[in-house]
């Protein structure tokens, strides 16, 4: 009977116990030895795959992930509008077309007013008859004549 190195290590003497215990357990239930043998490899072979050492991270790990993944990402359509040229872009298109509507509503409004004066002007003009409101039947007949044959001005 040789000496391990493990017979020493106190740790590895109770996971061998614990190991034991298992393969009697498991013999008890019915399992047939050789499905205990294959567990016993896998236990035997997870513990020699154990790490020795804790794993530690170092503190810029997890930014260099985030920054590596953000890279490989497909570009969005909505990535051109936070771009600082579309914005200038876009800024300068809207002032544009602001300065533009205001030159049109101002020349509309000054358009607007000339109009509704000549409007009033050609409503004042409007002449009357001296004998208007003596006969009413009369003056019916004259504003259905009236009324009937306007033409507005072009």
């Given at each position: 009977m040789s000496i391990r190195q493990d017979d020493f290590d106190p740790l590895a003497n109770a996971a061998m116990a614990a190991q034991a215990e298992l393969v009697r357990e498991a013999m008890e239930r019915g399992m047939s030895r050789r499905h205990v043998q294959q567990m016993c490899e896998h236990a035997e072979l997870l513990h020699e795959l154990r790490c020795p050492e804790r794993v530690t991270l170092d503190a810029g790990f997890t930014a260099r992930v985030m920054a590596r993944i953000e890279a490989d990402k497909?570009?969005?359509?909505?990535?051109?509008?936070?771009?600082?040229?579309?914005?200038?872009?876009?800024?300068?298109?809207?002032?544009?077309?602001?300065?533009?509507?205001?030159?049109?509503?101002?020349?509309?409004?000054?358009?607007?007013?000339?109009?509704?004066?000549?409007?009033?002007?050609?409503?004042?003009?409007?002449?009357?008859?001296?004998?208007?409101?003596?006969?009413?039947?009369?003056?019916?007949?004259?504003?259905?004549?009236?009324?009937?044959?306007?033409?507005?001005?072009?």
């Open positions: 497909p570009a969005s359509i909505w990535d051109l509008f936070v771009s600082p040229l579309l914005a200038k872009q876009l800024t300068f298109a809207s002032l544009v077309l602001m300065a533009m509507l205001a030159g049109f509503l101002f020349a509309r409004s000054s358009e607007q007013a000339m109009l509704s004066q000549h409007t009033e002007q050609t409503l004042i003009r409007v002449e009357h008859p001296e004998n208007l409101g003596l006969d009413p039947q009369r003056d019916r007949q004259n504003m259905l004549a009236t009324l009937a044959s306007y033409r507005g001005e072009e």
